[in-house]
């Protein structure tokens, strides 16, 4: 267990610099998750179009992982379509929990940052929290998503 | 036995005991987690555990496993007096007058329980108030709301100051005509508040008002009496004063537990049943339906003794410096800022530093072997208070020594690096 | 782990254990009791814990003692991942679909307490009834009891034949559009019956009642599938299946726990608390408030690995061949009768001698060193129905053998002859 | 501990044929007892003249210690006085839980028997429930006095 490989440069860049941070008055998608037993809490922001989010936004506040976790995330999700979202999402949660996961963590690109938390089970709560907030906006779930 | 440690401690007193070495007699400590030494400063959460206790347990489970009160044979006859003298010690520890008024439970939490559903919920109704405090622990927050769901009754609140303790302006203001109930914890396990509850019982009182403490946090570090206080229920748990896990008391005053209807049916709690009629055993029975926690409460026996062989006098005097030298060390760490400084303290130290996260804290001192909580400890309101959504908590108890403090503060000198 | 048990268990299956050397790892059998080798027949009070279970609790303590679900560090990890795994092994032991639906509770009688107070209190008011049997332990008998009282709704009760069956007529008579709960013991702890619980569940499900076995008395015997058995709730205690005291289960269909308010209020048991609402946290923990008791449900996981490297199948032949050995040969004891005589039992034999009191029986067999138990059982309406103040009970467990039964019979002469 | 000290002749005499057993239907004083343990139940009837017991007996059910110790009871109590009574309920009371008992134990006559109850603790129920019972007639009590 190796404390460098769970606060990897990129996650303390990101958490000291989190990338589209800030309300999106416009979103047609958003949805609120928190994680109780840390206090973080995450608002997320998405604009759809023809089935690609087009924009991305977050706001909230929470540990370095999961700040960073959001951050990371909307700028991979730019672009993306609906489908490809929920499939990342799967792949994301494979790299953070599985022992042996699914994809090579190569592929996961600048994501892959996030490998370290697999040894650490009570933060991968924090890593995924913005990603379970993500499916609840496509889901147009009204009630905040728990962690705990 | 206890009478025994006692004595051994009232002859030990005059001299302060050997704390450093006393650290040897809990197993737990004597390892290393992520390559160094463990350094335990969660106490507030659950205490270690000293040899006694354990073997205490073990021998029970090995020699004398039977259960209680209902056997003739000799198994259930030494597992029926063990657990009947664990009951004495507390009664002797806590100052009870009698055994009868000591309620074993799993813990603080059921004994709150206990009192909101057979105390409170029978005596309460809409227009009726129930107060508590701004330091509480969600186990003495919970079980009233849910009371004053099931009945109408509303709960009231006595708010914070900016130190962290209870604004007692507030308390005597809402203790009123309407109060019901006083429910207040003795020390805060969020912020090491050592509450004025000496004033607060008196104030209950003098209006007539039954009051309970959560003295969950309070057995590890002082001396309680609760004939002294004069409250009239007290709840407590073993695994925070150095017992097993899944046991713990309730103290009531015989009067008031005489007229409580029971809280769980089934065996043992009753004298007589028949399908037509139920008759209620005496005190405690009443209380404890249902095979209790045997082995438990022989440990929690043990832990007692031990105690009482330190002295808890001798406790309170080390514990004060070490927690004073503490918060010495961490006002040395820039950016740190202490959320509550209560007058009076004990255990608990809550902090922030400045952009970094609680949580990331705890993982970081965890990677030197530093054991401290992180986030609401259970005590939501008390966060909301102070606007945060969590802080770190570094809490003592009597093993720990000025070596743990200075690794706390390396730790912490660590987190700070990681995020510089 | 739980799953290398189980496969050590399926490849061993072939040839039975061998009971004889199994004995060996229970150090409370190990002792002389009044001089002689402890012959102990209580097990349906409490049953004797193998030496891995009496470690597992110790071993906790010694290494990973921390308290659950709140911390950052790695002994709470390690602790939560070892009650958290504990969970998982009695789901698959008790073959339940998820581990929300397993609720770790003091024991059987806390399981019952719960589904009385959480489940059936708030649904029911006068007019309806809940139906239980004459063969009913205390503690599935008073808890209902206690609602009745509570909500007006009134107790029916399923009679008993002279063989100390369940009268199925009368409980199918009884089952009726008023019925909202039904709750009957998989086996009598009293008596030894075990009652045709498939008939009876299938009877209850009919109707859309829903139904509770009070499993405490089976779990040590026979293998049991919530899911074959389709019931709805299922009750359980630790110390009767080899493990700690002070936990036990209650399994529940995730839909009806899901749809219940708590039991109990504390830490734990919410996601999010202010003073103006509070929100409760997912199953299983929206029942588990406070500290659990961490240490014992590590040691039923413990017990329950003990148990599949045995095989359930294993033990319920083996006990059947004991228990008819033990009934051929107390039927040569003259003035024995036996108290029950169901057509299929487990565990329990129960009987009375002629002009010998069960008390003085208990104590004269005890001088032999040999442990049963005497009295009502915590079941007097049993006794009520064979008009008997008390009866002496044998009670066997796997590890038991033919000269346990020796030594029963030869004592039981002894009686005979102090009283000659 | 030896059984013969528990189940001396006498008391297995007295369990089987025990002295002043049945009803009093002119009783002035009476009370019930149980033992909800082992189901003990004893009636205990008194009259009373001139502050001197006149005559007493008992019936109910119960084990041969309880049985015993009642029958040993009716004989001893027989002309006493009230007073005298109580007293001898705690020098009984003594002897049996007291280790080292308030008088000598061959100041108790035939009571004396029971002594060996004390190295059977869960037994002490079984002898002392026809005093508690008795002291309740005294008392005139309307609850059943219960030992457990
Ligand atoms: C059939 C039955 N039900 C319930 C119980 C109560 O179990 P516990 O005392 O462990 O809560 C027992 C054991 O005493 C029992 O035998
Ligand atoms: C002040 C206080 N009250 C109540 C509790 C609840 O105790 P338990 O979880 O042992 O029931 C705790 C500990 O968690 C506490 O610190």
Redesign the interface.
């Known amino acids: ?1 190796d ?1 460098n490989d ?2 990897r440069d990129v996650i ?1 860049d990101h ?2 610099s989190p990338r589209n941070f800030g309300d999106l008055t416009d979103a047609d998608h958003s949805a609120q998750g ?1 994680n ?6 995450l608002t997320v922001y998405l604009n759809i179009k023809d089935d690609q989010i087009t924009d991305v936004r977050f706001k909230g ?5 999961s700040i960073a976790s959001a951050s990371l995330m909307t700028e991979k999700l730019k672009g993306l379509s609906v489908e490809d979202t929920r499939q990342l999402f799967g792949k994301v949660h494979s790299m953070l929990t599985a022992d042996a996961p699914d994809i090579p963590v190569d592929e996961m690109g600048k994501l892959a940052a996030l490998q370290g938390v697999r040894a ?4 991968v709560k ?1 890593a995924s929290l913005c990603w379970h907030t993500v499916i609840a906006a496509l889901d147009k779930r009204a009630t905040p998503v ?1 962690t ?1 | 036995m206890s009478s025994t440690a006692t004595e051994i401690a009232a002859s030990e007193h005059s001299e302060a005991p050997d704390f450093g070495r006393l650290r040897a007699d809990f197993p737990t400590l004597n390892q290393r987690v992520n390559g160094h030494p463990l350094c335990y400063l969660d106490n507030a959460a659950t205490t270690q555990k000293p040899e006694s206790v354990i073997s205490a347990v073990a021998n029970y489970y090995r020699k004398n496993n039977a259960n209680v009160h209902r056997g003739v044979h000799t198994l259930s006859e030494r597992a029926t007096a063990d657990y009947e003298g664990a009951r004495e010690k507390l009664r002797q520890f806590i100052g009870a007058e009698s055994t009868r008024e000591i309620v074993f439970t799993r813990g603080t939490t059921e004994a709150i329980n206990l009192v909101a559903q057979a105390y409170l919920r029978p005596l309460v109704s809409s227009g009726d108030e129930v107060l508590i405090t701004g330091l509480e622990h969600h186990s003495n927050i919970v079980p009233w709301q849910m009371v004053c769901e099931q009945t109408g009754a509303s709960l009231k609140v006595a708010a914070l100051d900016e130190n962290g303790e209870v604004r007692l302006d507030e308390f005597h203001r809402l203790l009123s005509d309407k109060t019901r109930f006083v429910a207040v914890s003795h020390v805060s396990n969020a912020l090491g508040t050592v509450n004025p509850v000496g004033e607060m019982i008196e104030a209950a009182k003098t209006r007539g008002v039954p009051i309970l403490l959560d003295g969950a946090q309070a057995l590890p570090h002082m001396h309680v009496d609760v004939r002294d206080l004069d409250c009239d229920f007290y709840a407590l748990s073993s695994h925070k004063m150095f017992g097993p896990t899944g046991i713990g008391a309730l103290y009531g005053k015989a009067s008031l537990l005489e007229a409580m209807p029971p809280y769980q049916g089934g065996g043992d709690m009753i004298s007589m049943v028949s399908f037509e009629e139920t008759r209620y055993n005496d005190l405690p029975y009443k209380f404890e339906a249902g095979t209790p926690n045997i082995a438990g409460a022989i440990g929690l026996g043990a832990a007692i003794d031990y105690l009482n062989a330190i002295g808890m006098t001798q406790i309170l005097n080390h514990e004060k410096a070490m927690v004073a030298a503490a918060l010495d060390g961490l006002s040395t760490i820039p950016g740190l800022r202490l959320i509550g400084r209560p007058r009076e303290r004990a255990g608990a130290i809550s902090f922030v530093i400045d952009g970094i996260h609680p949580h990331d804290i705890g993982t970081i001192v965890d990677a030197d072997g530093v054991a401290i909580r992180t986030g609401h400890h259970c005590a939501m309101p008390v966060m909301q208070h102070f606007g945060l959504p969590a802080t770190a908590r570094a809490s003592f108890a009597f093993y720990n020594n000025e070596a743990d403090i200075e690794r706390l503060l390396r730790a912490l000198e660590h987190c700070r690096n990681v995020f510089a």
């Open positions: 267990m404390l769970l606060y303390v958490n000291k928190f109780p037993l840390c206090g973080d809490e506040q929470g540990c370095a992982i650490y089970p009570s933060r924090c728990s705990e």
